[in-house]
Structures are given as structure tokens and as C-alpha cells.
């Protein structure tokens, strides 16, 4: 009907689409969270945009893990004000974890701050900035998801409203189509003394597989080859799925049983998972490194520390002993299993020789890649009141000599690829660098290569040539 299109390009005219950016300071939860709120938006006719002087809303989608978070926050804010006071509609919003913990005291604090919403409310977003400034005073949601009490059931509540298709096609902002994240469990139950994630997003709750399946495969029809199913322990998905009477059937855990199903979907070339919590991590679990290829050679295992006592004092529930053990699982399956870990350093009353015996760990466990904190103290946590706190240069130091001696076993790790043949599944093409691409191995690890035309998303056969500590460098085959 022609007038109603002409009424629509007047309308197009008038009112320019508005536009969302958001900041996505997280982990991978974090990350999928980020374009859970693109797609939320979309629905209310926000496009996304990575410019942030372009943007009608702009969320900071915040991280508490480590200390000065806040602090973060208000100066990222302080800059924000400085837009706002150019661009007097400009909404500001504050998301994740941060928000949680802090958000209402920084809207107190705060007034050019709009809204604030929590990770396990994200949903309420579209509301509280369409009501802003009109309608309602309210403009905060905090608290986590709600638990569920008629479980299990095939009805079960979705945690989400929008559908699979709608994330799928959301914004990509921050990370690529070809690989995608995909959560699988929210929030976590196990309280590691040194951990704030209990606080920001409450008790572990699972998704329904079926869910899960139908998210997947609306990825798949929108590009993806690889997934990674997401949660803060993975292991344990679906333990709260069960009727108390149920039992697990021949060691398959529902996570297991999530696993196959995923990978079994036509399209997907690979099937990563994060994090796993080596308490929970199985002997079957890793048989499914055998059974399913999909699920390559690489897992990250966080391991925290290579002293017994001091993994006791975090509460992670398994001795350096359980953890080589598992490490020895992988590795016969595939002896050149790439593992990566977390650790910490100057956790409270941290020794020289527990110290040491996280280095020995290094040297023994001979890790692909590390991530190394120093021990910062949350607030509500167990561990930031126990005494025999460390003195922040001890931890420096300690990062410093620990970071020093991963650093040699990853650039060992990567000489040691130089001439073999690896496939590749190329993610990106490089932002500025004309038909420079970079993909991941089945080991993880990341590969710059130079192709004539575009083979994004494409499994591509390469020789590694070069290698560095951060990445290789391989020629098609
Ligand atoms: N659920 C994951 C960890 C999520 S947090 C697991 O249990 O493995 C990611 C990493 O941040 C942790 O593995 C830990 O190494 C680090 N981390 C968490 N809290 C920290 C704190 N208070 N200080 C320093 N590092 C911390
Ligand atoms: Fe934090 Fe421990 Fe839960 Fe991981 S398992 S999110 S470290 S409490
Ligand atoms: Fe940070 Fe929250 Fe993830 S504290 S690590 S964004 S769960």
C-alpha cells in the first residue's frame, strides 16, 4: 500500500533509528550477556553501533571479579557525563556484575547515571529505558533469576524471552559470527572462598536442553561452525534439571548428554565448552573427548593453585594430586592435548614454598596458556577476612616470576607447532591488514594466515611456518 510505505519513509525521515552501544568489560557470560541486550533492544528498534558518540544508549556491561571495579566504573561514568552534556538524550545505562553489587549506591551517587540492571535481569532493560524519564521513577532491577520449583518439566520457565532466531541475528559487536557463545547455566553454587560470582549472579539455575538445542541451532543457521557452551560450571548442568528419584544412568551426566546432543548437530564444526571446575570433572567426561572429535584438543581447566593447603583455604574442593589426575585423562586420550588454566597468586597466607609448589605445578603441567591473578579481596567473600592478607608487592613479584616461566613453556608450546599441519577454522578477517585472516587449531591456538579471497568460516588445511608467544603463522595448503 503505497501510502502507508510513503508514511513510513516520512517517518524513517523524522525519526532516525536510534542507536545502542554497549561495553563489554567481562568474561565470556558477560560477553553472551552483551548480545542477549542487543537483541533485547532490537526489539525496541535500537541498532546497534560500535561508535559510542553515535549512540542513543550506551550500556557498560560491568565486571566485579578483581578489586577496583568500581573504581572503574566511576571514571568511565565521569567521561560518559561529558558526552551527555553535549547530547542532552543520550541514555546511560549500567549492566553486569558490577551493577549488581553496586549499582544502586552509583545511581545514588551518580545522577547522569539512567538506569542500572543487574545479570540476572537484564530482561527488564527495554522497560526500564523506555520508562525512564517518563512514566516511572524506577529505575533500577537488580536480584538474580528467580529458581524455578516446578522442575523438571518440559514446560520449564525459559530463561529467556527473545528468541533464538532474534540473539542469533543481534550484533555481533564483540565477537565474531563464526564463533559463538551460548549459555548453558547461570549463576554458581560452589562459594570458592576467594570468589564474587555467587553474589553478582546468584545460585546455579540450568537451561533446558531442548532450549539450548534450539539456540544452538539458530546459531548454526546464522553462520556459526563453533560454539562454546558457557557457564561458571559447566560440569554441573542439568544436576538441578533432576527429579530427586532420578539417578545418572551409566556415569552420563546431563552434561554429557548436552554435549552429545550438541554435537551431533549438523553444521556445527566444534563444540567448545567453559569453564570446567575440575571438582566436577569426570573420567566419562573426558571419555567424550574420545567419542566426539567435534570437541577437539583443547580444554580450559582452572586449577587456582599448586598447594594443597592453599586449594583447601579456596574451598575448590580437589588436591594438586586430583588435578594431575585428570590432566593424566585427557592426556591419554590425546597426548597432545593442549590444556589451558587460572591461577592465583598471594591468596591469603600464600607461602614461599606454596608459592613454589604453584611453579612446580607449571613446570609439571606444562599448560598451553595461562591466565595469572593476583589474590584481590571482594567484598561478602570468605577469603577477604582471613587473616595473613599479602602484601600487594609480594604479589606483583610473584605474578611477575610466575607469568615469566608460562610465558617460556607457551612459546615452546608454539615452536614446537612450526611444520606441522594443522586444520583451521578462520573466525576473522583482519581489521586492517588486506587478505590477512586469523583462525584457531583444534588446540586453540591462534593462526594468521594469508588468503587471496575470503575463507571466514571455512575449515582451512595450513602449515605452520612462524610462531610467537601470543600466535603462529601458517600458509594454505
Ligand atoms: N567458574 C570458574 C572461574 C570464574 S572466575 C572456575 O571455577 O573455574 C575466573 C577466574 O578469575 C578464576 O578462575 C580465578 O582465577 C580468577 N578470580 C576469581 N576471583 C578472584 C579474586 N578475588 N582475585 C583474583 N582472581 C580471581
Ligand atoms: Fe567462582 Fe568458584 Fe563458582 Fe568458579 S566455581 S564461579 S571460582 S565460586
Ligand atoms: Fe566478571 Fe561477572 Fe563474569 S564478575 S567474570 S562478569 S560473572
Excluded at 552501544?21 to 552483551?34: F, I, K, L, P, Y
Excluded at 542469533?168 to 549459555?183: G, I, W
Excluded at 544452538?216 to 556459526?224: P, S
Excluded at 597426548?335 to 613446570?363: C, H, N, R, W, Y
Aim: aromatic share 6%; net charge neutral.
Amino acid at each position: 500500500m503505497p501510502n502507508s510505505t510513503l508514511s513510513d519513509n516520512e517517518n524513517k525521515q523524522t525519526h532516525p533509528p536510534k542507536k545502542i552501544h554497549v561495553e563489554t568489560w567481562g568474561c565470556q557470560m558477560n560477553s553472551a550477556d552483551s548480545e542477549r541486550i542487543y537483541a533485547l533492544m532490537a526489539q525496541k528498534g535500537y541498532q546497534p553501533t560500535l561508535a559510542t558518540e553515535d549512540a542513543d544508549l550506551i550500556v557498560l556491561n560491568t565486571c566485579n571479579i578483581r578489586e577496583k571495579a568500581r573504581h572503574k566504573v566511576v571514571s568511565r561514568l565521569g567521561l560518559l557525563r561529558d558526552m551527555k552534556s553535549l547530547k542532552p538524550g543520550l541514555k546511560i545505562a549500567l549492566a553486569g556484575c558490577v551493577a549488581q553489587a553496586e549499582g544502586k549506591s552509583l545511581l545514588k551517587e551518580l545522577p547522569y547515571l539512567d538506569v542500572v540492571v543487574g545479570p540476572g535481569t537484564i530482561d527488564d532493560l527495554p522497560k526500564l529505558i523506555t520508562e525512564h524519564g517518563e512514566k516511572s521513577n524506577v529505575n533500577f532491577s537488580l536480584g538474580f533469576q528467580k529458581m524455578r520449583r516446578d522442575l523438571p518439566t518440559p514446560n520449564v520457565k525459559e530463561i529467556r524471552t527473545v528468541s533464538s532466531e532474534e540473539v542469533a541475528t543481534a550484533s555481533l559487536a564483540d565477537k565474531n559470527e563464526v564463533s559463538r557463545y551460548l549459555n548453558i547455566n547461570q549463576g554458581c553454587n560452589n562459594f570458592c572462598t576467594f570468589c564474587v560470582v555467587p553474589f553478582t549472579r546468584g545460585p546455579e539455575i540450568s537451561r533446558h536442553p531442548d532450549d539450548i538445542a534450539a539456540d544452538a541451532e539458530a546459531l548454526i543457521r546464522q553462520g556459526a561452525k563453533e560454539i562454546t557452551l558457557l557457564g561458571q560450571n559447566v560440569n554441573s548442568y542439568g544436576l538441578d534439571l533432576m527429579r530427586p528419584e532420578e539417578t545418572i544412568e551409566g556415569e552420563h551426566t546431563p552434561f554429557i548428554d548436552l554435549l552429545l546432543k550438541i554435537a551431533a548437530l549438523d553444521g556445527l564444526e566444534r563444540l567448545r565448552f567453559t569453564t570446567s571446575n575440575p571438582h566436577d570433572f569426570t573420567y566419562p567426561l573426558a571419555q567424550v573427548f574420545k567419542l566426539e572429535p567435534k570437541l577437539g584438543r583443547y580444554i580450559h581447566l582452572p586449577v587456582q593453585s599448586g598447594s594443597d593447603s592453599m586449594l583447601e583455604a579456596m574451598h575448590r574442593k580437589t588436591t594438586v594430586e586430583e588435578y594431575f589426575q585428570r590432566l593424566s585423562w585427557l592426556r591419554e586420550i590425546h597426548p597432545d592435548m593442549a590444556i589451558s588454566s587460572d591461577l592465583i597468586v598471594g591468596f591469603p597466607g600464600e607461602s614461599d614454598q606454596d608459592f613454589d609448589d604453584t611453579l612446580s605445578l607449571l613446570k609439571k603441567a606444562r599448560f598451553s596458556f595461562v591466565f595469572a591473578f593476583k589474590y584481590s579481596p571482594r567484598k561478602g567473600t570468605a577469603a577477604s577476612r582471613f587473616k595473613q592478607q599479602i602484601d600487594e608487592s609480594i604479589k606483583t613479584q610473584r605474578l611477575a616470576e610466575l607469568n615469566k616461566i608460562q610465558d617460556q613453556i607457551t612459546l615452546e608450546h608454539n615452536l614446537g607447532e612450526i611444520g606441522e599441519e594443522r586444520e583451521v577454522l578462520v573466525l576473522y578477517k583482519h581489521k586492517k591488514e588486506e587478505n590477512t585472516y586469523y583462525g584457531r587449531t583444534l588446540h586453540n591456538r591462534l593462526v594468521k594466515i594469508h588468503a587471496e579471497k575470503n575463507i571466514v568460516g571455512r575449515l582451512m588445511p595450513v602449515c605452520i611456518r612462524e610462531a610467537s608467544k601470543i600466535a603462529l603463522v601458517g600458509t594454505l595448503l
